[in-house]
């Protein structure tokens, strides 16, 4: 394994630019492979670092100013993601203030494929007294203190963007985040692996949200969702609205407001992996999320199928709690605590399928999945999940 | 035309800096002309990017890290300007939160010539509900993702910048804003041509409103505005108090509380042009702001003749609205809508007058303006401008 | 004295690195000293600039980007300073939002052996209406427009760093802070004097404190805090519990409560210079503050001697006011005014002390002091101190 350090604040190193490709990356396999690593200027994207990987299949461009989240990811002609109304970005959190906007400012710098809701709480913004709790939390705008870039010279050739965010402050948060992105040459997939640490010394608490965000030509009128449902709440009346068809999309539709179902899924056993997916119309092009439910058991559903100027965009969203209030999150058990010295993992592996074969084969994986039971599906919100108005 | 692109966020370019004067910029008519880029560091001021212009006459400094305002110009000795207390500027964005002071957190970064008000909202901050909508919105504050120099070889010789400010994300504002700030060589005026763009596929309400503030030497005890004035209203009763001495401008007076005047302006023509004018005791040095009334309907005159470290100046302020706020201004029919694919221009050419002679013959043009119909001055605050109490 | 000019913002002026040491600093008395400046990259620090002096016995840094605040500093082997769960600083004032939290984001970027508080507020967050008023101000997020290196070629050969920071802006702060901090070659003491100069053209308050912090090895389980104590004052009923030790510090004790202590302390005589200390147990390592109670008439002791990793400090806190909500402190005389073109000089030196005989002597100066009259402790929370529950 080789590393690249990028980025290490505590130990006074920056990388400003960095470029391996082919041949330095070392071995064979990596041809038609490349990790690039540059600062990005002007606009409010000034002063933001962006890590660029290339695995000859698969490219995606990770923002280290912004948590780590990744911004874009494209597979061959076939781009992954959304277009964001917030066109100048990536954003540099020093130009969004969370509070904005009765605490929904987040939206200001909302435009990746991915972007992690948390540590401190996450969903709706709420208010504590005086203390106003912003929308999705802050860590996709803490920029990442360690930056590195790992190659594996043995098979298969691992390629890893490793980062870590520090959520941590006197009388406050108190988590370190070690993500590492990664994936192998020629692959499909990519992979999100976050290890978050108690940086105190006594429990913490923190809540964590994987919004992974899908555009066309994933999402398009007559796409899918698909996904082995246990359980189905949808969030509100407005969810409520769509529910006959929630796994069926519209066209963009100028000024549609959004739609958001909670999940319970199925996977192989209680502990096992599940899978979620996305797929076009035609069934030939989609992209999924593979994850332990153990570690994210709640899964999101957002459907914005507004103008495509507007942010024509679904959310898949596998999380260890919905994105409610975290007072209501809290009092039903699903609020994270990190004991002293405490960690906890969270994978999700992207898939990324471009033949109507592929997209077969995790149909079929999930129709297994779901043959385990049949989905109940609440015709309303409901207790515990969402609340009943 | 030739093309010089300093900032163009989205195509990964952006030019640190930038120098072209006398022959290099191509014609003869050129002589004594130049434009530059820099940035600047230090203080509050790190990492903004500074376009200066001199057209052998007037010079002048536009910041596009905050919405591509004017900072100071000047001409010959004169400054055009003001000295602000905040005396560290111009100030970057990353060193402003807008909420900051129950939301008037603008005027920490409050040190231009020209600062634009909106686009979301202008005028005093509010409340509806949770939401605290920031003095002045937040176009000043937001860094251009696209930043151009045109120099036109063939007469008369333009020199244009160019700028783009995006103030637009999911579930809110959606409006670029590309302002083409121009001049000739040897001219005393410049030309501020900004066109609104909606970029949603809805329709998009915004408010523009431009503060143009100026101090000595133009501002000075006896100064005077003059303006064709159909329709005169106090702001407040504090405005009141000055009411009768409205156009005339007392010395630097410590702890002067502000005063505020709301105008509709005479024009050639329902839809032609009108100018509003500050021009010294001596009547040999004026300012004079040109624009069609059918772009900015409202003008607003703003009168701090605080002490001189306290920031004596006065506001010449063309708007499409008046700085109430924004709910206030809305349901007089006074916030714009564009349109889907719809755009708004407003354009305000600012002159700068050096001889009594010139400054008697905007005084002579604007008493012709005012010959139409006589100044009708309401004693008070007065619906439909301004909240009678 | 030779002067090195690192940042001038109005003069576009600004060094990315400098470094003077041995020889170059001219003098043999130099021997062993340096004096350097560098601008940090990464994580929440990017952007920081960082000057550090060493003078051959003690060595700090300061961070301009940060008020001109002192980050850390060592004599020897012993570090001076704490460990702050906010791991990744010095965190660049872009990235704290001292409103967050209810308006205690100032603790995001809170990391320093000197923080300062001020200069509209200081204190407990507190809200006027609408206005929220954060913890302890703004001074400390307000990079320097002006830093500059003074060596002087004649004995003692003193070191100085400059520097500017403005807190001003219009209709409101109006004060300019021009910091020395200073130090002399092979000296154990270094000096902290700021100069507070009203900019505006009226009268103007303003409010500043000493937020020393000080961890191991100076702080530790049998640790004392010794000052001439002419009046004790508990902050509130969690400080009344420690009352009979206030004096005496316990071992890292995790989710350990804050204690703070208000006093007047003894002088020489009522304008001159008082002396407080914190010392090891063993009583071989301490640090003192030496300042003249003219300047600084309020002492506050800070005790948080909660676990290792949440931020195990103490914090010796000289102030023109203890840290209540301003507006209690206003009402009880504790706001300085500073008049039109008025100054406030505020001098402090930190004092480390490496033996048990440099221990011994400073304690026997305290016992001087003390001797002038014994220590009145209050009970509990007492006016016009604190607020009386």
New interface residues.
């Given amino acids: 394994m080789r590393t690249f350090v990028l ?4 130990n ?3 990388v400003e630019s960095f470029k391996l490709e082919g041949e330095p990356l070392g071995a064979e396999a990596f041809h038609g492979c490349s990790v690039s690593k540059r600062r ?8 933001v670092d962006l890590v660029e990987v290339d695995n000859g299949a698969v490219a995606f461009a990770i923002v280290p ?1 912004r948590g780590m989240n990744i911004w874009k990811a494209s597979a061959g002609a076939d781009r992954v993601g959304w277009d ?5 970005g990536p954003v ?4 969004v ?8 400012g987040w ?4 435009d990746e494929l991915l972007a992690r809701c948390g540590l401190m709480n996450n969903g709706a913004p709420y ?1 504590d ?4 709790h912003p929308l999705h939390g802050r860590i996709s705008n ?6 590195a870039v790992h190659v594996d010279e043995k098979p298969p050739h691992e390629i890893v963007v490793e980062g870590r965010v ?1 959520e ?5 948060a ?1 988590v ?1 985040m070690t993500t590492r992105i990664s994936t192998v040459p020629g692959s499909n997939r990519l992979t999100v692996r976050d290890e978050f640490e108690n ?4 429990p913490v608490e923190m809540q964590i949200l994987y919004h992974w965000n899908f555009g066309p030509p994933h999402l398009e009128e007559g796409a899918r969702f698909v996904a082995p449902v246990k359980t189905l709440i949808p969030r509100d009346p407005r969810a409520v609205e769509g529910l006959a068809a929630y796994d069926v999309y519209g066209p ?1 539709e ?2 549609f407001a959004e739609q958001a179902y909670f999940f319970e899924l199925h996977a192989d056993d209680p502990d096992g992996r599940t899978v979620a997916m996305l797929r076009n119309k035609a069934g030939d092009k989609a992209v999924a999320l593979r994850y332990p439910l153990a570690q994210l058991p709640c899964f999101t559903l957002w459907k914005n199928t ?6 024509y965009a679904t959310g898949l969203e596998p999380g260890a709690n919905y994105p409610n209030p975290r007072p209501f999150e809290k009092a039903r058990g699903r609020v994270l605590t990190l004991p ?1 010295d405490g960690r906890h993992v969270a994978e999700t592996v992207l898939e990324i399928l471009q033949s109507s074969d592929a997209v077969a084969e995790v149909e079929t994986e999930i129709r297994r999945l779901q043959a385990t039971a049949a989905a109940v599906v609440h015709p309303s919100p409901k207790e515990p999940f969402a609340a009943e108005s």
Avoid: C, M
């Avoid at 007294?129 to 106003?132: F, I, K, M, W």
């Fill in positions: 980025t290490d604040a505590s006074d190193s920056w990005l200027h002007g606009g409010r994207r000034e002063g100013t964001s109304p917030a066109t100048d540099n959190p020093a130009y203030n969370l509070l904005n906007l009765g605490g929904i939206l200001e710098g909302f208010r007294g005086d203390v106003l803490i920029p990442a203190s360690y930056v520090e941590s402050f006197l009388f406050g108190g370190r940086l105190k010394d006594q963009p100028p000024g507004a103008g495509l100027r507007e942010g002293v």
